[in-house]
Nanobody, 124 residues
Framework: QVQLVESGGGLVQAGGSLRLSCAASGRTFSWYAMGWFRQAPGKEREFVAAIDWSGARIYYADSVKGRFTISRDNAKNTVYLQMNSLKPEDTAVYYC?????????????????WGQGTQVTVSS
């Protein structure tokens, strides 16, 4: 079992930046893909970005492409989401997830392990 703890959320003005972190513990972190998802009030949880075990394969949702960057440091058991040029529509609870394969890392149901989430609020 893997425990995931997100941090780095907060309140930021439109156009600003935040960096989210997700620290993993419990077993070998580097074998699996990691993903970030988000859920806005009244909406379903949606895919944001994913990265395979080596960092060689990365996917982004179209809505964040060019603004967000996902990365991972396997030595630190941590995955990051750098969010730039934030918009009010990026407001959501952001969740990290672990356990998918490189082939399925864009699919939410492929992730068995989830963090508790961190709130990101972007004011206009």
């Amino acid at each position: 079992q893997v425990q995931l703890v997100e941090s780095g959320g907060g309140l930021v003005q439109a156009g600003g930046s935040l960096r989210l972190s997700c620290a993993a513990s419990g077993r070998t972190f580097s074998w699996y893909a990691m993903g970030w998802f988000r859920q806005a009030p009244g909406k379903e949880r949606e895919f944001v970005a994913a990265i395979d075990w080596s960092g060689a394969r990365i996917y982004y949702a179209d809505s964040v492409k060019g603004r967000f960057t996902i990365s991972r440091d396997n030595a630190k058991n941590t995955v990051y989401l750098q969010m730039n040029s934030l918009k009010p529509e990026d407001t959501a609870v952001y969740y990290c997830a672990e356990g998918a394969t490189a082939q399925t890392m864009g699919v939410m149901t492929s992730y068995p392990n989830w963090g508790q989430g961190t709130q990101v609020t972007v004011s206009s």
